[in-house]
Every structure is written in C-alpha cells, then in structure tokens.
C-alpha cells in the first residue's frame, strides 16, 4: 500500500499497485480513476483529493475523478495550502494551480527521486528526498538544501515532511524526528527524548497538534510532548507502516503489507470501562464458575476459544469473587451478588470434590471436557478421578498459593456479601480447611497421606530448617493470616490459640515483617499483599499491627514503581497510608480493553532506560515500566518489567482490571 488520504468528507482512499481504492465498510474496493497512481493528497480546500498519474493529476469530486486539465504527467510529490493552491512536483519540474496549472519553477538537477512535498505557505515548500531536505526561497523559486549538522538535520535522507500547527515543519530521518520553524531554529528529537524507534519513515498531523508517525516497527503518536508506541496485533496487521494519513477526526488510517488500520481514541470513564470489562468476562465460555485465561486457537481468534484448566483456577477464581463482593458492597447490584455467589461456589466445589476434609483441588474437569483430552493432564500423575463425583477429575499437589486466593476471597466475600446461606457454606469449607492444616501440624496432605510441596507453614520447617529460610517470612505471614481470617469467619477459640502460640513460642509476627523475599519473582508478592490485607483488616492488637504494618510498607516500597493498582490499594486500605492511588488510577485509565496477550516487542526501543542489575530470572531491569498498552499483557503476578513476550494466543482474564478497580471503589480511592 504505497499511499493512503482522508478526505475532509471522511473518504479513506489508498493506493495498491497504482490503483485507487476507496475503503466501503471494512472492505477496500477498487475505485474508477486514474491508473499508475504515484502520488495522493487531500488537500483543505477545493478537490476532495488529488492523485497524480502517468497521464496527469485526477480531482476527486463527489461525482467521482475526473482528469485536471493542462496538468503536470508523472508528479512524484503532491501538497496544498489552507485556501485551496494545489503544488505538483514533476519531472518537468514544480507546478502551480490556483485557479489553471502553471509551472512555476523548472526541473532542479538536486531536486530527484522527491518523496514527499509540504507547502507552508505560498511560494514557501519543502521536499523530502534521499539526498537531502530542500526548502524554496526567492521571488523566483530557488531550491536549497539544508546542510547536515548536529542538533538540526541529523542525517542528509529526508523521509517525509509534515505541517505542524504554528508554522513548524516536521521531518522524519533515520536517525529521528527534527521540527524546525524553517529559519534558525531547530529541534532534534530521538531516544533520548522519548522517541522509541529512531527509523522514521512517514509522517501525518492531526487536528490539535498530534503528529503520527510511520516507521518499519510500528506507528507513534505524539501529542502533548509525549511519544505513544503502537505497535504489534493489538494495533497494526503488520509493524511495517508503508502509507499514513491523519483524518479530521484526529484519528490515522495506517497502510501496511497486512492491510489498513484505523487507530482512533475513545473516551470512556472508569464506570463504562468496568461495564465493558464485565460483559467481555461473561460473555466468555467460562468453566462451571472458575474465571482464568481463555485459550485461543489462532492468535486473537476468539471462536473455538476454551478456558484452560491452569494450576492456579482456584487463585484467580478467588480474586474475581473478591471483585465481584467489592462491586456488590459498592453497587448493591444483584447481577453482582450472584456473580459472587456464583464463582464463590465454584471455589468452595474444589474442597468437596477431593472428597477429603479440608483439602481442596487445584482444579477440577469432566471427562467430556475437551481439556481432559490434552496429553499434559491425562498424563500428570496429580489428576485423580472423584470418588465423590463420578465423571470428575481433580489435581492435587495444591500449593500454600492457591490458599492464599481462597482465604482472601473468603475474607472479602464473608465481609461484604450480605447471604447467610452462601456465608454458610463458606463457613463450614474454611472450618473444614482450617481444621485440616491444624490436624495435620501445619501442613496441606494430599491424598497419599503426604504433605504437598508448598503447603507447608509448620515451624520446626520454617524456623530450623535452611532450606526454608527464605520462604519462612512469607509462610509465616501466610499461616497468621488464615488462621485470623477463620477466627473470624468460624468462631472457634482454637484458631486464636494457634495464632498466639505461632507468635508467641515461634516468633511467626517477626517472621511475617521479612514476608518480602529479595529479589523475588512478582508471584511471591502478590501472595504477600493478598494474606496481609485481611490480616491488618482484622487485627487490632496495636503492637501486632505495627510489625505487619512494617513488613507491609517494606513490601510496598519494594514494588511502589511498579504502579501496580491491587498493590497500591491493598496497601492502602490495610495500613491508612498514602498508596499513590493517582498513579494506581492511572494504570487503570492506561490497560487496553483488548486483553489479548498479542506478541510484543520492545527490546529494540531506542528510548529504554534502564537500572542498575538484573531481575531474579537474569532480566535487565527498567527504570520505571512502559505503560500497559506498550508491554506484554500478564497478571499482577509477572514482572511489568518484561519487554518481550505474547503470541496472541491468550486472553487475560478481566478480573486483572475488575478487581483493583472494585476495591478502589469499595475503599474510596475512586470516585
């Protein structure tokens, strides 16, 4: 696709083999026209847009295009003013129309192979060609190029040429972007401002300032002195911008190999956003309740997607009950209540199918399922069939991390969910749980009678076994917090008695002030944020409360750059403390309503600044994340700091959006 314009009537046009097309629904279809098409412009005033052509330049009116009589042949370059004046470099040199076609200038030896033209105002023109940027100066015209030199033109090949409003030019290099009020003063801008591919190549403005640029990885925006990066599935057919054109309406229609991309804004609020988040989650084929990640067949394809059965179903099932109570508590909406009770349900059937007490599944799938099929779990030796429900599988194994999910979502749920039966058969799960790690020393036992790899918060392990060091701060915040959130929930005195010997004899409290594990993956924190808030939700003991205020407020400064919502609101809402709720509600305002977890790539970015060492996993890290339309969709549970990733073959669940944003309404961090 060699060009593409938007009439000021919102025609898209574009040009594929030298033939028009218009653009009729989401189709483009062949226009009747000129033919061997090497320029495309539309222009303010007069024609709605013209094309120059072997035989000469074509108008386009609303009865269609028609030849301009004593045209230019073969003009390489189109540009108009305000009032109308139409420019044609040819290669018989530069053509005027005003009211007839005049050439006004002849051929310049310099002046070849010209890619694009721009008239800032009359008689005063610049061309873009590979040997250079040429301005029009003097009565009679006269080309001049302008010289190479640091801080102004940073290479002699010219790309493409823009107007900005104010008068300013803007050039696209190959080494970044200049804007020049085309006398002496010059501006330079790459990486270092913020422009994240240096290799510019196409160059469209919009109304209000906006400059859209084309580049061969992807489109960037810059408006209000920021650069946006749009590149990958989630924005173009393919990164290689080939043509652009900015309509009136501020927004660009993209040319690639792939095809047309229309990128345009929408203003939605936080509410409307929630609203379109939620129906987007329902209308999913979700599994008997659990929400995860949808699985899709081909990348962004949503027919034939199935929900996939992860090790975790119960974790993330339990934050969308969490979001689902908080927008009940905030909306007293019913659809939400039976939301809740709904996947709360779903969460308590993991216990119950195991068919031993206390002891839930990971997750579970019916032999019809066509999940059941894959290799990978009818192979793993963790799946067992249901002796309570024939038909059914359950895996095993469940980690300390999948009860970290359970008890917040119980906590939240038994808070704010005002239904004694749904509270009732939580609460009998959380006894029968509870009563489970007690019976057991602290420890979750699977079915073969022994105890599973993480389910382990028993002290003779956490505090006199090495291997265990590192994991016993986090444990032991683990273990205080179930045991205080089913005090809470049951009643039973037993459960207070386990919790004050666990911080008396044991030194659990002190223990949970270390829950952050240094370089930790971001897994190990969501586990940490999510046991402390029902933990200093419920304590009062003022010398309690302030060791796990301590260990919270460390674990929060470790990721406070992330600007991660559930952290930031989590934080604040246990502790009272200031959690840059404006930078949370930012996040927010920035996640796409496309979850899709499409192929990212940013490694090549010109613009990256990084910190001094590596991640845990041998990672260079950022100085501060990209914003969440720029990077790789994940959980709160990935690092924001990845630069590559995706393939476009997952959803995210929506609870990733819905439940920080619930819990800020709930706590009053959101209006």
């Known amino acids: 696709m060699s060009a593409v314009a938007v009439t000021r009537a919102g025609v898209v046009l574009s040009v594929v083999g030298g033939r028009p097309l218009r653009l009729m629904g989401d189709r483009l279809h062949g226009d009747a026209g000129p033919r061997g098409i090497s320029a495309l412009c539309a222009p303010a005033a007069g024609p709605l847009a013209v094309a120059g052509a072997k035989d000469g330049v074509w108008a386009l009116s609303d009865k269609g295009w028609a030849r301009m009589e004593g045209s230019p042949k073969g003009a390489a370059a189109l540009a108009g003013l305000p009032d109308g004046t139409l420019y044609a470099l040819a290669p018989d040199g530069l053509w005027r129309h005003a009211r007839a076609w005049e050439r006004i200038d002849p051929p310049d030896d310099e002046l070849t192979q010209v890619r694009a033209l721009c008239a800032l105002a009359p008689g005063e023109l610049y061309a873009a060609a590979p040997n250079g940027l040429f301005g029009s100066m003097g009565k009679r015209i006269y080309w001049l190029r302008v010289e190479v030199r ?381 046991s402390f808030y029902p933990l200093l939700r419920l304590e009062k003991d003022p010398g309690l409360r302030a060791l796990y205020i301590t260990g919270m407020r460390r674990l929060w400064e470790a990721h406070r750059r992330e600007q991660n919502p559930v952290w930031n609101f989590l934080f604040g809402a246990a502790t009272g403390e200031d959690c840059d709720a404006e930078a949370a509600i930012r996040s927010l305002r920035e996640m796409p309503l496309d979850l899709v977890g499409w192929k990212m790539a940013n490694s090549h970015r010109a613009d990256l600044r990084f910190e001094g060492g590596r991640s845990r996993l041998g990672e260079k890290l950022l100085a501060a994340p990209l914003p969440w339309t720029e990077r790789p969709m994940h959980k709160w549970d990935k690092s924001p700091f990845l630069l590559d990733g995706g393939s476009g073959l997952y959803e995210e669940d929506q609870t990733l959006w819905l439940l920080p944003y619930w819990l800020g309404r709930r706590h009053g961090f959101i209006d």
């Not at 005002?418 to 420890?443: C, Q």
Request: hydrophobic share 40%; proline share 6%.
């Open 150 to 530: 640091p801080g102004a033109m940073p290479a002699q090949d010219a790309r493409d040429v823009a107007r900005l409003p104010g008068g300013h030019l803007a050039v696209a290099t190959p080494r970044g972007l200049v804007v020049t009020n085309t006398r002496r003063g010059w501006l330079h801008l790459d990486g270092d401002d913020g422009l994240p591919v240096l290799d510019l190549h196409r160059l469209a403005a919009g109304p209000e300032g906006t400059l859209w640029i084309g580049t061969p990885r992807g489109l960037i925006r810059w408006t209000g002195g920021r650069f946006t990066y749009l590149a990958g599935e989630r924005w173009l057919p393919d990164d290689r911008v080939t043509s652009l054109a900015a309509a009136p309406d501020g927004s660009a229609w993209v040319g690639t190999p792939g095809g047309i991309a229309h990128v345009h804004a929408q203003t939605l609020t936080l509410a409307e956003k929630a609203e379109r988040y939620q129906k987007d989650l329902e209308s999913r084929n979700r599994r008997h309740g659990y929400v995860t990640v949808m699985d899709l067949p081909a990348p962004g394809r949503f027919q034939g997607a199935i929900q996939e059965v992860s090790d975790n179903d119960g974790l993330w099932t339990g934050l969308y009950v969490a979001s689902q109570a908080c927008r009940y508590f905030v909306t007293r909406s019913p659809e939400a209540r039976q939301q809740a009770i709904r996947s709360m349900d779903a969460l308590l059937r993991l216990e119950t199918i195991t068919g031993i007490p206390g002891f839930p599944a990971r997750a579970i799938c019916h032999e019809s399922e066509p999940q059941f099929q894959k290799r990978s779990l009818r192979s793993d030796s963790e799946w067992h069939p249901s002796r309570v429900e024939p038909g059914w599988w359950w895996k095993g194994e469940t980690s300390s991390d999948e009860l970290d999910g359970h008890f917040f979502a119980w906590h939240v749920f038994h808070e704010l969910v005002d239904d004694e039966a749904a509270r009732s058969r939580v609460r009998a799960v959380v006894k029968r749980v509870m009563d489970h790690i007690l019976d057991n020393g602290y420890h979750l036992v699977d079915q073969d009678g022994r105890p599973t790899t993480w389910g382990v918060w028993a002290p003779e392990k956490l505090n006199d076994d090495p291997r265990w060091w590192e994991e016993r701060g986090l444990a032991s915040l683990e273990i205080l917090s179930h045991l205080r959130v089913a005090h809470r929930i049951v009643g039973d005195a037993r459960y207070e008695k386990a919790l004050r010997e666990l911080i008396d004899r044991h030194h659990y409290a002190l223990n949970a002030v270390h829950a952050r594990i240094p370089g930790a993956v971001a897994h190990d924190a969501q586990l940490a944020f999510l």
